[in-house]
């Protein structure tokens, strides 16, 4: 995470013979979680394959970049065709000259002209764009790359970015947030646990397959899927004490004659339609990159994630809840929907957070937030806040449905003996039970990653874990999204501990189950050993009197046998009898004897 104390000014590293990007090298001793911005700088087929499709299709540069500027009372803005359309632009209209222009830059993915034009002329800290590029479970796709030493492949643990520490952050300047994308599977089988699939973009998100656990009687009738993502904010409104105009900056909000902010943001799942697309009946299809071999293990995948070969593949998968919501300063009513008819319209893309900053912006902002937006430059970000924020909820929702159909799965594998369970179908049940606990796992795993990602955002919004409370003093965007992360994390706590307590319950129903299973066997050999206990004494009478036919069946002394039989048979069961009655009493006796 960028820190105020120690934000990388980087504008002048560019020179005649290098390029702002490659100045960053130069830091690399100093400031080491530039290392992951400076890993993609090398192209890899992923990155070539989407900008080959993107020329082909639209004729472009892939990535995006939309200039909001504040006026008094609405916000125009400016979308750019090219890197050299924004270079020229900003030779033009130099951020440093222009007194009373308050201006947000938007750039949507990571193409490397588009950072270095935004970089090197704006002056943006380098590590806002580090830490967009990083997918936060690990390193991300392409910062982690293997080191070739004496024919052995070792994992490159620096390039994991580094966080700042929480007495560093000023959310007012920078800020970088984590927030999941669900997708609603319209096909089960298209997401797999291990097959790499990534996003269609320059900087690639990684799919992966949100498991549910179904029971025999609750099953859930849509599968999803979720990408993690990232979205920064950086603003020149309070990097120094000087800032750019020269004047002094003293209080935690400034209000100085002009800002140049930036944000980053990931480009839409479907920012790319899928051109192969021939049945108008088939649900709207995007474009994902995937690895067509399926690996084994999670090492082999995990190696996978830079040397496999990715090829465009489609995807039918939709944005759960339809994706984000309108965000109006009124209750959404008639009046609202008289007054911006774009809140009624369908051609809008509820995914893509470039195109809904726009819009709400330009179209739907009301002038109180345009003004607020002009005085302290975070409020820009407010859009940006509620839209992470929102899409938090919708993930609460579904991990909420998601430990509620789990919780029914001890009801639905209730342990019992039956006499007429066969041994096949107690350990297919057992199969069961066990698929459903590595399951389990998965969810349990999935909820501590996602209150580690809360905790993170918590601490970038400048809450004090521990101390936790809405800053007063902050402006009113930061406030608003602490109070709304505050909320969501309250709430998903209480989710984490029943995730926790799931597991323990698929252990002890896969545990009573084998007992049942054991007390069955146990019921039978006892049976085995009463039956036992009676025909042994009689084949031990037997096999003495056969040695005379005398006492052979048909002979005058037939009836001995069982004159001899029967009295031993039941000596024999009274003597195990009253030998268990002894060992009983004498237990009983030493437990009095201790007391």
Not at 69 to 86: A, C, I, M, Q, Y
Not at 122 to 135: H, I
Not at 163 to 187: A, G, N
Not at 419 to 426: A, H, P, R, V
Request: with cysteine; proline share 4%.
């Amino acid at each position: 995470m960028p820190m105020v104390a120690s934000s990388v000014q980087t504008s002048s590293l560019a020179s005649e013979d290098s390029t702002w990007l490659d100045g960053l090298s130069k830091l690399r001793t100093g400031y080491p979680a530039i290392k992951g911005l400076l890993e993609r700088t090398k192209d890899s087929e992923a990155r070539q394959i989407v900008r080959q499709k993107i020329k082909e299709r639209y004729n472009r540069a892939p990535g995006r970049c939309v200039l909001l500027n504040f006026r008094e009372t609405h916000v125009e803005d400016r979308h750019f065709k090219s890197p050299g359309d924004l270079a020229n632009y900003l030779d033009k209209h130099p951020p440093q000259s222009h007194s009373g222009l308050h201006r947000l830059w938007i750039l949507e993915d990571l193409e490397l002209e588009w950072v270095e034009v935004l970089g090197g002329r704006l002056g943006v800290d380098p590590l806002v764009f580090s830490e967009q590029t990083n997918t936060f479970n690990f390193t991300g796709t392409d910062t982690l790359y293997y080191i070739i030493q004496e024919s052995l492949m070792t994992k490159d643990s620096q390039s994991i970015v580094a966080h700042s520490l929480p007495s560093m952050v000023k959310p007012t300047t920078s800020f970088t947030l984590r927030y999941f994308e669900f997708r609603q599977l319209q096909d089960e089988s298209s997401v797999q646990t291990f097959t790499n699939q990534t996003t269609f973009a320059m900087n690639p998100r990684r799919l992966e397959r949100w498991r549910d656990v179904d029971s025999p009687n609750f099953k859930c009738h849509w599968r999803h899927s979720f990408v993690r993502r990232c979205a920064s904010f950086w603003s020149n409104q309070c990097t120094s004490t000087s800032g750019w105009d020269g004047k002094s900056i003293q209080a935690f909000t400034v209000h100085t004659d002009f800002f140049t902010a930036v944000m980053l943001v990931d480009p839409a799942f479907d920012s790319f339609p899928w051109d192969r697309q021939v049945n108008v009946n088939m649900p709207l299809a995007s474009t994902i990159l995937q690895d067509p071999a399926t690996h084994a293990r999670l090492d082999l995948l995990w190696a996978a994630r830079t040397r496999g070969f990715m090829v465009p593949t489609r995807d039918t998968s939709v944005a759960y809840h339809g994706g984000s919501q309108t965000f109006t300063e009124s209750t959404l009513g008639l009046e609202d929907a008289r007054k911006h008819p774009l809140i009624l319209s369908n051609t809008r893309n509820l995914s893509s957070l470039l195109d809904e900053t726009v819009i709400h912006w330009t179209r739907i902002a009301e002038q109180d937030l345009i003004l607020s937006a002009r005085e302290c430059s975070v409020n820009s970000a407010h859009y940006l806040l509620k839209y992470i924020a929102n899409l938090w909820v919708h993930q609460l929702d579904l991990v909420q449905s998601t430990i509620a159909q789990s919780e029914y799965f001890s009801e639905d594998y209730q342990a019992k003996a039956d006499l007429g369970t066969s041994s096949e179908k107690w350990r297919r049940t057992l199969l069961e039970v066990h698929n459903a606990t590595i399951d389990m796992n998965h969810l349990r795993r999935q909820m501590l990653h996602f209150e580690h990602h809360m905790t993170l955002n918590l601490e970038r919004l400048g809450i004090v874990m521990g101390a936790e409370r809405i800053d007063s003093s902050a402006p009113n965007t930061i406030q608003g999204a602490q109070k709304d992360f505050l909320h969501i994390y309250t709430r998903l706590r209480p989710f984490v501990a029943r995730a926790m307590a799931l597991d323990k319950t698929a252990n002890d129903l896969a545990s009573l189950h084998a007992n049942f299973k054991s007390i069955q066997h146990s019921e039978l050999g006892l049976k085995l050993s009463i039956f036992a206990s009676i025909v042994f004494p009689a084949t031990l009478v037997s096999s003495m009197l056969s040695m005379d036919n005398e006492f052979l069946p048909g002979q005058g002394k037939f009836w001995v046998f069982w004159a001899v039989s029967v009295p031993v048979v039941f000596s024999v069961a009274i003597s195990l009898v009253f030998t268990q009655q002894v060992k009983t009493w004498l237990f009983v006796k030493m437990k009095k004897d201790r007391r």
